[in-house]
């Protein structure tokens, strides 16, 4: 079946860039996603990126997908504290759009 | 606007008990899940409904029921709750095109 996985946790400076990492499996995969959940709230779109495209930029945000090897990539630039939070990959199938399969999700701290 | 709306947000349960969790959506979205969320495990998908009267098991539906009477409902039923289940429970609705899910606040869960 579908499978995503994620890095647990990533450390960063404040200022540095986050990178976070992600796998997947289902090679029909059209949409592809990134949630964050800051603490004690449900999770909020970041941004998605549409399976036949390989990067998109949104303001410090960039998704590459590398669609050949099944991997996506978050890159958050000049990361600030409130960029603290867990961030989820998810993929939606060919199939159905209301099954989307999430990671285990990656906890980003910053260190000053 | 309301978006998704889930009741309880909290619950304590005795093994064996059975209890619904409520989810309502007023944006006339034709997709809605419910997801649960475990440290370390993400959010793993339970149950889905692509529309009234449809629905189908997602990653882990055992334990679990779901109808899908109306549109805005998708209420999710715990027959006989075991300690297994104390997690945060997501709903969430989505519509048409790109998939965005849109979350409810969670409930969380406690059986004892």
């Known amino acids: 079946g579908e499978d995503v996985e994620q890095s647990l946790f990533l450390s960063v400076r404040e200022g540095d860039s986050s990178v976070i990492n992600c796998t997947y499996t289902d090679s029909s995969s059209t949409y592809l996603y990134w949630y964050k959940q800051e603490p004690g709230a449900g999770l909020q779109l970041l941004t998605y990126?549409?399976?036949?495209?390989d990067m998109k930029q949104d303001q410090r945000l960039t998704v590459l997908l590398n669609k050949k090897d099944k991997h996506l990539s978050l890159r958050i630039a000049d990361t600030q504290t409130g960029d603290s939070a867990i961030y989820f990959c998810a993929e939606r199938g060919y199939s159905s759009a209301s099954k989307i399969i999430f990671g285990s999700g990656t906890r980003l701290s910053i260190r000053p | 606007n309301a978006g998704v709306t889930q009741t309880p947000k909290f619950q304590v349960l005795k093994t064996g008990q059975s209890m619904t969790l409520q989810c309502a959506q007023d944006m006339n979205h034709e997709y809605m899940s419910w997801y649960r969320q475990d440290p370390g495990m993400g959010l793993r998908l339970i149950h889905y409904?692509?529309?009234?009267?449809?629905?189908d098991q997602g990653e882990v539906p055992n334990g679990y029921n779901v109808s899908r009477s109306t549109t805005e409902d998708f209420p999710l039923r715990l027959l006989s709750a075991a300690p297994s289940q104390t997690s945060v429970y997501f709903c969430?609705?989505?519509?048409?095109?790109?998939?965005?899910?849109?979350f409810g606040e969670g409930s969380r869960l406690t059986v004892l």
């Open positions: 990126i549409f399976s036949n495209m």
């Open positions: 969430a609705s989505t519509p048409l095109g790109t998939g965005e899910l849109f």
């Open positions: 409904s692509v529309g009234a009267g449809i629905t």
